[in-house]
């Protein structure tokens, strides 16, 4: 077959693969994303179609008119860096899609834990207090104390209610926290 029959980005498999960076979701679950969650994805999705992804073709239309693309840095990078752009805007597009929007000021029940909750807990074996907020998958940022309402605290803490104490499986071990406070706050 002719060189120019054949797919010049065809390559690696971590190219092809648009959903390494998904966030795995049990088959059947629900992506739950709080408004301000949903409101970013939204605003990154713009921003890489109206704004990044021209300035880069852009880019790469005029480095392919200089001549040689197999030694032109800028072509090469740019191609790579579109690639890029065009799996991001694909991830966001299908998490937006399935994406089940929940408001946690809109909660009615403020004595249990429910999505969108702020807890803080005390790991009993330890005696140390941790305080997370319980948002969606594609949300969680562990700096932030904003963990996934997939992860297994989440998953433990969830209908629990001051004083509970529930189990979760550890890599150390099983672990037991207490449940000392349940909020509601505004999630940005």
Avoid: C
């Avoid at 029959?5 to 998904?22: H, I």
């Avoid at 059947?28 to 994805?41: E, F, L």
């Avoid at 009993?124 to 949300?139: L, N, P, Y």
């Amino acid at each position: 077959m002719s060189k120019a029959f054949t797919r010049e980005d065809a390559g690696t498999p971590e190219e092809e693969d648009d959903d390494v960076a998904l966030p795995a979701l049990p088959a059947g679950a629900k992506n739950y994303i709080t408004p301000a969650g949903w409101q970013r994805m939204q605003d990154e999705l713009k921003q890489l179609r109206r704004v990044e992804r021209p300035k880069v073709v852009e880019v790469v239309s005029w480095a392919a008119g200089n001549g040689d693309r197999s030694e032109n840095g800028d072509y090469l990078y740019g191609k790579k860096r579109l690639r890029e752009i065009d799996r991001r805007i694909r991830f966001l597009g299908k998490r937006l899609e399935i994406a089940e929007v929940v408001d946690p000021d809109k909660q009615t029940r403020h004595d249990r834990v429910f999505f969108g909750a702020t807890v803080t807990y005390v790991a009993t074996s330890t005696d140390k207090e941790h305080t997370v907020t319980i948002v969606g998958a594609d949300e969680a940022d562990t700096e932030r104390n904003r963990i996934s309402w997939l992860s297994p605290v989440a998953r433990a803490l969830l209908k629990a209610e001051v004083g509970d104490e529930v189990a979760v499986q550890t890599p150390g071990g099983r672990e037991t926290l207490e449940v000392l406070r349940i909020r509601y706050d505004k999630i940005d």
